[in-house]
């Protein structure tokens, strides 16, 4: 086998044992650290999501306070 067939055998077999060593003693897929709540559905979770997406946009893209969306003189 050439030494390139080699390294990418060992790093597929470091890969495959990541994926299948989540944990010491949990089966099945490691929990996500920002996992949603016990019993909130898909949707829900979905809306979450976007309600967080949308503060944290809203706290970088602030609007100044003289700012009402209209162009100045316009009325």
């Known amino acids: 086998m050439s030494d390139d067939a080699q ?3 060992a790093r ?3 890969i495959r044992q990541k994926i299948h ?3 010491a ?3 099945g897929p490691a929990p996500a650290a920002d ?3 016990e019993g909130e559905s898909p949707k829900e979770g979905v809306e979450r999501r976007m309600r967080e997406l949308d ?3 809203g ?3 602030a609007p100044s306070s003289g700012d009402d969306g209209e162009a ?3 009325s």
């Open 55 to 57: 503060e944290a946009e």
């Open 59 to 61: 706290d970088e893209h």
């Open 25 to 27: 003693d949990a089966p």
């Open 7 to 9: 390294q990418r055998k």
């Open 35 to 37: 996992e949603p709540p």
């Open 12 to 14: 597929a077999d470091r």
């Open 21 to 23: 060593r989540p944990g």
């Open 72 to 74: 100045p003189g316009g």
